[in-house]
């Protein structure tokens, strides 16, 4: 059966669980841990694949001396989509202006939150220390940056410039395709651990209890959300690569991935799933798909900044009763942009963290009223993960067609 199938009946049984025993205390407590566990583990997968895919595709990129066209797309990847996107975020809202909803469990875990995002903040900058390569590889737990700068620098030096060096690069990308098992086995086996992590969404979403309450707000944030992706992004894909193939395709190909990015709220959850999908499903060389998709999973948050532009005005208005003047907007498109492409800092808490950090750098005050979306972070988190995994995936198709590599793939040989 194809991944895009039985990851949509592990959703459906997620649901159903929730639905029969969602009431019953122990159930919330056991499904909560696993669901925990299972996406740290996702992450654990996705170290060690980093750390070789990206090596050996820079080494390669280095041979053939594809750097530069890939690089360029990547960039224009990570920027443009985002960019557009925050636009449509605001302009969406000046449309449909709604007030965010009060939250019934607006304030719970705030200050864990809190402490959550200054513990990283030191992480990181600890992270980025060049103590010991080694003990960096060892210690990185959530942050995947400097994981792909030591992969890099070794894929650099890795260019098969000499006979003395070319067994080393035979090996990095025999390791490589080593990875690729690893990452098409956790494909193929994954919907297993979305079964869990689904009903724990579908749990949290009935606990809150806020979108029952508030159908126009749920009714407008899904509007935005697929305008984003069934309209924006295909047609963005589209004049890029000149519409050379259906992005809706693409979609559907790799639904898998961005099902697991919207029930985990965690890209590097879901990466480790897009690498073998992007290549098996959709015919992407291996070097394309091993360094566009990561550079693009930590940078091109542009999903995540749309739907955290949309809650920043929202709670502007939920909260002052009118709509912020425009300067005030732009300030807040730009404002979230930047801080989208360090975002990935944060697994789980994207859209907090750019809301949150958006508002303190701006210096919107309103009296602690951002911490209302508190009861929403798994829906939000989520929209935006989902968003931000379909944008990887188009850039590297697109980079793909690009450089005149892309194969088709028969359906019957997809996963």
Known sequence: MKTWIIYLVATLMGLATTLLLGQFPTYGTFIQSVSSILIQFGGFVLFPIVFFTFASGVASIRKD???????????????????????????VFAILPIAFPAS????????????????????????????????????????????VVISFILGYFLKPSSDIIRPA?????????????????????????????????????????????APKFLFILLFLFNLALFGILPLFYGLITNFKSNPYRILYRTLGAHIAALFSGSILFSTPILYSLVRKNLGVQKRISSTT?????????????????????????????????MHIIIFIILCSFFVSLISSVFLGFGVFFITYFTMKIIGIDLANA?????????????????????I????????????????????????
Do not use: H
């Not at 989509?81 to 302009?91: F, M, N, S, Y």
């Not at 850039?395 to 793939?409: H, K, P, R």
């Open 65 to 91: 001396k594809m750097g530069g066209r890939i690089a360029s797309s990547t960039i224009i990847w990570t920027i443009l989509p985002t960019l557009v996107l925050t636009i449509i975020g605001a302009l």
């Open 104 to 147: 019934s469990s607006a304030g719970s875990g705030t200050s864990a939150i809190i402490n959550f995002i200054d513990t990283s903040l030191k992480y990181a900058k600890t992270s980025l220390n060049p103590v010991n390569p080694f003990y960096t590889l060892a210690a990185t737990q959530d942050m995947i940056f400097p994981v």
């Open 169 to 213: 690069y035979v090996t990095m990308n025999s390791f490589s395709e080593v990875m690729y098992r690893i990452s098409s086995a956790f494909a193929i086996y994954g919907f297993a651990l979305i079964y869990f992590i689904s009903a724990q969404f579908f749990m949290a979403l009935q606990k809150d209890a806020t979108i029952f309450v």
């Open 293 to 325: 998709i990561t550079i693009t999973s930590m940078f091109a948050r542009g999903g995540s900044a749309m739907l955290s532009v949309f809650t920043i005005l929202s709670l502007i208005y939920a909260t002052t009763g009118s709509l912020p003047q």
């Open 370 to 390: 951002e911490m209302t979306i508190i009861g929403l972070i798994p829906l939000l988190s989520g929209l935006g993960t989902l968003l931000d995994s379909y």
């Open 392 to 415: 990887c995936t188009l850039c590297s198709v697109a980079t793909g067609f690009e450089l005149e590599t892309q194969v088709e793939v028969p359906y019957e040989d997809i996963l």
